[in-house]
């Protein structure tokens, strides 16, 4: 059975945008984690922008249907927290320039 890297999980990942802003998560620094145990089961770690997003729930659906595309993945979970809160610094410098902060 092929290994599912890391690699592959934020590449998947990477096409699941940020309605609000336009952005992929990943670029948007939203992803604080990723785990792949010894099944290829995969635990995301994920926060969103804002706390009251009405869109967290098709959110943390997306990136779980993203990562159930990668072949031989296993279980896929999707993990919302809030610790540490982001901000517009966890964003990459393509994403904060856009967004005014660069």
């Known amino acids: 059975m092929a290994t599912v890297t890391k690699d592959q999980v934020y590449e998947a990942i990477k096409t699941v945008i940020d309605p609000e802003v336009g952005f992929n998560l990943v670029d948007m620094g939203l992803i604080y984690d990723v785990e792949i145990d010894e099944n290829n089961d995969v635990h995301v770690k994920m926060t969103l922008s804002t706390r009251g997003c009405p869109l967290h729930q098709m959110m943390q659906q ?32 393509n994403v904060k320039k856009a967004l005014g902060a660069g």
Do not use: L, T
């Not at 779980?64 to 517009?88: F, L």
């Open 62 to 93: 997306w990136v779980k249907e993203a990562v159930e595309r990668i072949p031989d993945v296993g279980e896929v979970s999707v993990e919302i927290v809030w610790d540490p809160p982001w901000n517009i610094s966890m964003a990459s410098e």
